[in-house]
T-cell receptor, first 113, second 115 residues
Framework: AQSVTQPDIHITVSEGASLELRCNYSYGATPYLFWYVQSPGQGLQLLLKYFSGDTLVQGIKGFEAEFKRSQSSFNLRKPSVHWSDAAEYFCAVGNQAGTALIFGKGTTLSVSS | EADIYQTPRYLVIGTGKKITLECSQTMGHDKMYWYQQDPGMELHLIHYSYGVNSTEKGDLSSESTVSRIRTEHFPLTLESARPSHTSQYLC??????????????FGEGSRLTVL
């Protein structure tokens, strides 16, 4: 079955510390992978995406993610977290045909001062 | 900046009422989607459309219905709202064909509360 797993429901990180959010996927075809961020009361904003080429992709707001096919993972990283990064983060998988994305349950990030 | 709009943003309504959640996009995207989002849960696809006069049910069973009479418009209707319909509804769109990279563009959501 096609699925996305985000093992961490809630993570708290100190401001200025590094961050890694985990994402594992199960998908039959060549995956297109995405990370979205959602602030309270808002829709989802795309942070970054991978569908081919360099397995380390850069996104907005200083985020990056690395695609590891052997581990079926697409972890999101940021070297130094800012208080404004507190939000919910969703990993998603899709395909070249552009069918609807499959989402994980999300990870809530809290940032402490 | 994505140009996809949802109205109303917030709606509180009594049981048995008919409601329509509006979704419009100005990007000319052929594909549009409705997801249902509950706290701590993944987004569940409830409806999608790949073009005018095309609608399909998604993975999550829903008592809602949709229509796609115009490319830019994809409204969702509940004929008789119940408390179990309380949720956030997210509309999204994506490009088709060679320009497609699989990315979905989302509206800001409609939060529905049924009393």
């Amino acid at each position: 079955a096609q699925s996305v797993t985000q093992p961490d429901i809630h993570i708290t990180v100190s401001e200025g510390a590094s961050l890694e959010l985990r994402c594992n996927y199960s998908y039959g075809a060549t995956p297109y992978l995405f990370w979205y961020v959602q602030s309270p009361g808002q829709g989802l904003q795309l942070l970054l995406k991978y569908f081919s080429g360099d397995t380390l992709v850069q996104g907005i707001k200083g985020f990056e993610a690395e695609f590891k096919r052997s581990q079926s993972s697409f972890n999101l990283r940021k070297p130094s977290v800012h208080w404004s990064d507190a939000a919910e983060y969703f990993c998603a998988v899709g395909n070249q045909a552009g069918t609807a994305l499959i989402f994980g349950k999300g990870t809530t990030l809290s940032v402490s001062s | 900046e994505a140009d996809i709009y949802q109205t109303p943003r917030y709606l509180v309504i009594g049981t048995g009422k008919k409601i329509t959640l509006e979704c419009s996009q100005t990007m000319g995207h052929d594909k549009m989607y409705w997801y249902q989002q509950d706290p701590g849960m993944e987004l569940h696809l409830i409806h999608y459309s790949y073009g005018v006069n095309s609608t399909e049910k998604g993975d999550l069973s829903s008592e809602s219905t949709v229509s796609r009479i115009r490319t830019e418009h994809f409204p969702l209707t509940l004929e008789s709202a119940r408390p179990s319909h309380t949720s956030q509804y997210l509309c999204a769109s994506s490009a088709a064909g060679t320009t497609n990279t699989g990315e979905l563009f989302f509206g800001e959501g409609s939060r529905l509360t049924v009393l």
